[in-house]
T-cell receptor, first 116, second 111 residues
């Protein structure tokens, strides 16, 4: 069974500061990893994903994440926070070893607060 | 493309009533997923389909819940009878390969 742990249900940073949202996963097979963002009263939007290949992946809005197998982590970062980054962020894992798609297992989410 | 379309966006009903949520996936996507989001349990996978066939319904909470996909462009999630604990936001997502695209969700309130 897969699981995802997001450390910190709320993270507060100042505008212009580094954003770091933590995600650790457990999976019995090489995972596919995702970060989604959810703005109030909206659906989830894909920020970035790791499937295979380069472990540092870049996404939309200046976000990036690094897959570290030895640490079973996939932390999300952004060098400089913007007020528009305030939202809920979800890390998710999928087991696609059997081919095709599979349901996502989500973390509990991290609410990112940007202080002016 | 219009993205994943869900209807209604909001539904308020009384306990015991039947509720039907609808989803139109992105054209060309062969997987369709139903998720539920609550404060207590977060985002949970309920069921998913591949080429209109249910693949995994182990997340469906109980027999009151049922889902169908009669064709590649339409799916329904039905709750009968509804209960207050079913109040949640229900998301539909579709995918081709590994990336899932989510609809805006249906906010269900059962009184």
């Amino acid at each position: 069974a897969q699981s995802v742990t997001q450390l910190g249900s709320h993270v507060s940073v100042s505008e212009g500061a580094l954003v770091l949202l933590r995600c650790n996963y457990s999976s019995s097979v090489p995972p596919y990893l995702f970060w989604y963002v959810q703005y109030p009263n909206q659906g989830l939007q894909l920020l970035l994903k790791y499937t295979t290949g380069a472990t540092l992946v870049k996404g939309i809005n200046g976000f990036e994440a690094e897959f570290k197998k030895s640490e079973t982590s996939f932390h999300l970062t952004k060098p400089s926070a913007h007020m528009s980054d305030a939202a809920e962020y979800f890390c998710a894992v999928s087991d696609l070893s059997g081919g095709g798609a599979d349901g996502l297992t989500f973390g509990k989410g991290t609410h990112l607060i940007i202080q002016p | 493309d219009a993205g994943v379309i869900q209807s209604p966006r909001h539904e308020v009903t009384e306990m015991g009533q039947e509720v039907t949520l609808r989803c139109k996936p992105i054209s060309g996507h062969d997987y369709l997923f139903w998720y539920r989001q609550t404060m207590m349990r977060g985002l949970e996978l309920l069921i998913y389909f591949n080429n209109n066939v249910p693949i995994d319904d182990s997340g469906m909470p109980e027999d009151r819940f049922s889902a169908k996909m009669p064709n590649a462009s339409f799916s329904t999630l039905k709750i009968q009878p509804s209960e207050p604990r079913d109040s949640a936001v229900y998301f539909c997502a579709s995918s081709y390969l590994e990336t899932q695209y989510f609809g805006p969700g249906t906010r269900l309130t059962v009184l």
